[in-house]
């Protein structure tokens, strides 16, 4: 990777006191000491910390032997992928409800953090799971979508769900899925869907494991999202901004409205800084719900965010305590602002807003952070970067923090959109950071022809600087040896979600990081 535009900064060492965890939530559990990470990119594992034995069963993918139970996990997603596809959910909940009551209404016997908007709720999901679980809490975590394996969306205490357990927990709800897609027909409605099916999944999933509390990123809108089944005690809204309007609406206020669906009686609300529009929609619904609203620039804010090795050292003043010198392992002022939000939303969850969270215990969840396929370096020499930006206005945060993070003299961008999604404003909005794109098309059916792409991005910028190609392994190849002819060259591989995953996939094989 190219070098950061400021100096690095190292944070003196500090030891840890020990923490316990408040006796309402759970069995007392002692921290270990640890040092304080400098600002230099911390080791990913998570620090060894003492829980109950009958707590937390073996689930290390490293206990297991190399692809054990795959093929079973495998035969998970194929059995969800024979459903109606996640590209055309129903509005209704009434399915995904009737199915988790056969199962004994799983979501109910945990506290969930529901989290939606438009960008940044999959990065705000995983900060906030991780500052939750550096309490010593046993989380669950459900995002979507996946970028290489369907495992990657329910995660336990840290980790992806295991092959196993994935394909037990779908076996045990197998009759009970059976039973509603008999009624549905019955009634001359449709199967469950497949989101549908995996949202009951997760839920059964976090039950059985057992986890002390569930952070749910909402799939599509919120209010008719089949995990608007489970009642969240904390709303959480990213930044709302124009996407899915086929299905969600075409103003911002239609959208906002749909998400504020989430929003139940006396919840605890926190929001990013949101359009004039979606914030009526939000104040409008927490007054009918009779809950509290938490917005960010005036209950919490953002107080600076400097670039250091490896992320950003970031301060924030929450709605109970200030929080100072943070390391935060990614890139981005909007991942700062996520890292905010998630702050207020753990403050109104395990004090209701009122209690100050313990700075070391909020320094470790960030310092173990990860949120792959946003601005993630999947590839050195050259620097190859892959990110999930779909819309306008997740480009323009991509192409804001290319500016401000990286020092590359050029960028080659490879990317790949959906037909459902404003590819001319995604390519104007990295157009100033990008001088040459090489257009080409995942394997999704949903993805835009090459030859349209390339024609509209052309039309932005110009045919001499747009290369097509019809295979993304050569798209990329090409890009990484057109940035290999100078030094301060570097590869972004963005556009959708379903392209960032192909590339990951692609790095990985190819040992991209080893090189």
Not at 134 to 163: C, F, K, Q, W
Not at 245 to 263: F, H, S, V
Not at 409 to 424: M, P, Q, R
Not at 444 to 453: C, F, M, N, T, W
Request: hydrophobic residues 40%; negative net charge; proline residues 5%.
């Amino acid at each position: 990777m190219s070098e950061s535009k400021k100096p690095e900064s190292k944070k003196p060492d500090s030891k840890k006191p020990e923490s316990k965890k408040p006796d309402s939530k759970k069995p007392e559990s002692k921290k270990p000491e640890s040092k304080k990470p400098e600002s230099k990119k911390p080791e990913s594992k998570k620090p060894e910390s003492k829980k109950p034995d009958s707590k937390k069963p073996e689930s290390k993918k490293s206990r297991q032997p190399a692809d054990a139970g795959r093929e079973a996990g495998d035969a998970v997603f194929a059995a969800l992928l024979s459903r109606v596809g996640e590209g055309a959910p129903k509005p209704r909940l009434a399915p995904t409800r009737r199915a988790l009551e056969l199962l004994g209404d799983p979501q109910t016997v945990y506290p969930v953090i529901h989290i939606t908007g438009t960008n940044g709720k999959t990065s705000t999901s995983r900060i906030t799971e991780s500052i939750v679980r550096a309490y010593g809490l046993r989380t669950g975590l459900m995002t979507s979508p996946h970028l290489v394996r369907l495992n990657e969306r329910i995660v336990i205490d840290g980790e992806s769900i295991t092959d196993e357990a994935l394909a037990a927990n779908w076996a045990d709800i197998q009759p009970f899925l059976a039973m509603v897609d008999a009624e549905l027909a019955a009634a001359g409605d449709d199967a469950l869907t497949f989101f549908e099916a995996l949202t009951v999944l997760a839920y059964a999933c976090f039950a059985d494991a057992p986890v002390d509390v569930a952070v749910i990123e909402v799939g599509m809108g919120g209010e008719w999202d089949s995990t608007n089944v489970a009642d969240g005690q904390v709303a959480v809204f990213t930044p709302i901004a124009l996407d899915h309007t086929l299905r969600l609406g075409d103003t911002i206020a239609e959208i906002a409205r749909t998400k504020a669906g989430i929003i139940k009686p006396s919840a605890a609300v926190v929001s990013a800084r949101q359009d004039e529009a979606a914030q009526a929609e939000l104040e409008r619904a927490v007054e009918l719900t009779e809950s509290t609203l938490a917005g960010e620039g005036e209950e919490f804010a953002l107080l600076s965010s400097q670039v250091a090795v490896g992320g950003q050292l970031i301060s924030v003043r929450g709605l109970a305590g200030i929080y100072s010198d943070l390391f935060l392992p990614l890139y981005g002022t909007h991942q700062a602002q996520n890292a905010a939000v998630a702050i207020a939303a753990v403050e109104s969850f395990l004090g209701a807003g009122t209690t100050a969270l313990s700075h070391d215990l909020v320094e470790e969840g960030l310092a173990q952070v990860t949120s792959p396929g946003r601005l993630q370096l999947v590839g050195i020499a050259p620097t190859v970067l892959v990110d999930a930006a779909h819309n306008p206005h997740g480009a323009a945060a991509l192409s804001t923090a290319l500016a401000d993070y990286f020092d590359f003299d050029e960028i080659v961008a490879v990317v790949g959109i959906l037909a459902d999604k404003d590819a001319t404003g995604i390519i104007a909005a990295l157009a100033p950071q990008v001088v040459r794109f090489h257009v080409t098309q995942s394997q999704s059916e949903r993805a835009i022809g090459v030859d349209d792409l390339a024609d509209l991005v052309a039309s932005v910028g110009s045919e001499e600087t747009t290369i097509r190609f019809d295979d993304v392994a050569q798209a990329v190849d090409s890009a990484r040896d057109w940035a290999l002819e100078s030094p301060k060259r570097a590869v972004i591989v963005t556009g959708s979600i379903t392209l960032v995953g192909e590339a990951i996939i692609l790095a990985d094989a190819r040992e991209w990081l080893a090189k």
